[in-house]
């Protein structure tokens, strides 16, 4: 650990700071204005440094190659405005959680076209021309193109600043990000201004990807390692301030290149490894940030809503024939084994499917009824499923009481979790979930001698009774079945009536002596009790478990189930997870390209259902009811 190392790796740490300014100024950008979570955004980046790769072979390496960076990043802003038009622009009146379910599909669209384009393999593009060499400092070695980085960073920050004070299109930007309908109102064309934007904020994203050419090779993982740091930017420097981001990238980067150079410290005879925080050290300053300044470093507090949000028709105990209706449904899956016995495939895909719908309806008990947007909730399956899977290896607790146990596990992380979270609201609440998802993952991948590391855990299997999958169906099913009724009931009682209220007007709620914090908090002890039970039967059904089930892909997945069928129907979650699940599996077995086709599929459905497919089926229901009760009175009249 000598200063000189020291000093150059503070200098590495700058000039990664310009590549993460770049992304998350433009994502900053789109979502000041257009109130999109942009997922894709880092596929922006991705697609940037792959398109300069292909324009530097063509232009050369010479002269050609400074144009071709460029061009790289208009490309890149012509496609987002191309995106934005064709896509977004259909669906800025749906929920903005939709338009998150968007960009998501368009994620995986985007990827499947870049392995197509370019294939699977990495691609290391050429060194600058000019910059290819380096300098000595303080005695050691220090690449020129970083010390070109360096000066980007604050050049474009400066160029930013200006475009955002100095002109009129600035002057919209900032009016639309404090009231867009009041620029709407004064005649401005507010879809062409959102065009604009966008395409600027994926070309800044473009931009930075093409940076990086000479730096580190193109893959396919790049969107999402992106997109993931450059919230955490966002978020800490305070939405919508590019200041704040670039302070935020400055802040990260230097804390994750500090880290690098500690190395394995001891302390007080206990070896630290500093160099594996960098996986998590970002998301610990972003949980930092938000428990201290919850709306970033940069950021400005908002004053409290008085706004009453939607009305929705208030919560309904179910009727004798949807009840009816269940008990069928109930009878047809327990007698699923039964009918399949010739396809065991069938068996183990039913219980991925009922898995998944307990996992997707402990999200909906805190999106749906209680508004807490989480972008973290495979914490809790995860610790569900490491928490059986620990029982039963390392304690020797029976499967049986394993089962009782582990979502106690998960409880007791959402407890400690929610307890800061429901501090917050809207993106801020959305984001410290997922920061405390990824230290979460984090620790569970770099544990080696408690939970195997990148390795898992395997040989976590449920007792000799449940050998037979069919068996093991049908306690999944019970258990299922008797979670979501539970969470069901929970809603009904007046708990669940003052969690709705909550959510429609703290305010109001608050003036009449409910505790909304507290009522927050016990429900995501629910979720993850009933999330973590998901997880605990995930682990015995597969007989192992990996980090994977805790990562931020797992969480995605989730929040695309709840959408996929419709956030304001109880049965909306159950519906997403079995038709996302089943779409997952069946266009993954079908094509390479799965994720193309079933981003497709997803960006239909949202065209087609913004509402979610459950929300569009009891709307059809509704109207059809209604035009039945109006034809009766008229014939009474008559």
């Known amino acids: 650990m000598s200063f000189s190392g020291f000093i150059v790796q503070l200098l590495n740490g700058l000039a990664s700071a310009s590549s993460l300014f770049l992304v998350a100024a433009g994502l900053s950008l789109i979502f000041g204005v257009t109130r999109i979570v942009n997922f894709a955004h880092g596929s922006f980046f991705m697609v940037g440094i792959y398109v300069a790769y292909t324009l530097v072979e063509k232009l050369g390496t010479g002269l050609g190659f400074w144009p071709a960076l460029v061009m790289s990043a208009l490309a890149v802003g012509v496609l987002g405005a191309l995106i934005e038009v064709v896509l977004l622009r259909r669906i800025y009146k749906a929920p903005e959680l939709f338009q998150l379910l968007a960009t998501f599909a368009l994620v995986l669209v985007i990827k499947d076209a870049v392995l197509w384009l370019w294939g699977p393999d990495e691609l290391l593009g050429p060194r600058a021309p000019g910059l290819s060499g380096s300098v000595t400092i303080l005695g050691r070695q220090f690449p020129s193109y970083d010390l070109f980085l360096i000066v980007v960073g604050p050049v474009v920050l400066g160029l930013v600043w200006v475009l955002l004070t100095r002109t009129r299109f600035g002057t919209l930007v900032r009016a639309a990000t404090q009231d867009r309908e009041m620029v709407s109102a004064l005649g401005v064309n507010q879809a062409w201004l959102f065009t604009a934007v966008f395409a600027l904020g994926a070309m800044l994203a473009g931009l930075g990807g093409a940076l990086q050419l000479p730096r580190e090779p193109a893959t396919l993982e790049m969107d999402l390692n992106t997109i993931g740091a450059a919230f955490v930017v966002v978020v800490v420097g305070g939405m919508g301030s590019i200041p704040g981001a670039y302070a935020a990238a400055l802040l990260i980067a230097e804390i994750k290149a500090i880290c690098i150079w500690l190395g394995v410290v001891d302390v007080f005879g206990l070896s630290i490894s500093f160099s594996k925080l960098t996986l998590v050290v970002d998301f610990l300053v972003m949980a930092v940030v938000l428990v201290w300044r919850p709306w970033g470093l940069f950021g400005r507090p908002q004053a409290p809503s008085r706004y009453v949000g939607m009305q929705e028709e208030p919560l309904r105990r179910p009727s004798r024939a949807y009840l009816v209706a269940a008990a069928v449904f109930g009878l047809v899956l327990a007698a699923v084994p039964i009918f399949t016995a010739d396809s065991p495939y069938t068996t183990v895909l039913m219980i991925d499917l009922m898995i998944a719908a307990l996992f997707a309806t402990s999200l909906h008990f805190i999106m749906g009824p ?123 009682s007046p708990f669940g009536y003052a969690l709705r209220a909550g959510r429609d007007s703290g305010l109001r709620a608050d003036a009449i002596g409910i505790d909304v914090k507290r009522m927050q908090w016990a429900a995501f002890v629910i979720a993850g009790l009933a999330a973590g039970l998901a997880g605990a039967l995930f682990a015995f059904s597969k007989g192992s478990i990996s980090p994977e089930s805790l990562s931020v892909g797992k969480s995605v997945d989730g929040l695309v189930m709840v959408l996929l069928g419709g956030i304001q129907t109880l049965a909306g979650p159950v519906v997403g997870a079995v038709t996302f699940t089943w779409l997952h599996d069946t266009v993954a077995r079908n094509t390479d390209y799965w994720r193309a086709m079933l981003g497709g599929i997803i960006l239909l459905l949202v065209l087609l259902f913004p509402q979610g497919i459950a929300g569009f089926c009891k709307q059809v229901f509704e109207r059809r009811r209604g035009g039945k009760n109006a034809g009766a009175l008229e014939e009474v009249k008559a």
């Open 370 to 492: 209680a508004g807490m947007h989480s972008f973290g909730h495979a914490a809790y399956f995860g610790l569900g499923a490491y928490g059986a899977a620990l029982l039963v290896r390392a304690s020797g607790v029976p499967m049986e009481l394993a089962l009782v146990l582990a979502p106690l596990v998960a409880a007791l992380g959402a407890f400690v979790y929610g307890w800061f979270a429901v501090r917050l609201s809207g993106v801020y609440l959305a984001m410290l979930t997922l920061a405390f998802a990824q230290i979460t993952w984090a620790i569970t991948y770099q544990w080696d001698s408690f939970t195997g590391g990148s390795n898992g855990l395997t040989g976590v299997w449920p007792a000799a009774w449940l050998s037979d999958k069919r068996v093991y169906y049908w306690l999944t099913l019970v258990l299922v079945a008797l979670a979501i009724l539970w969470l069901r009931r929970v809603l009904f």
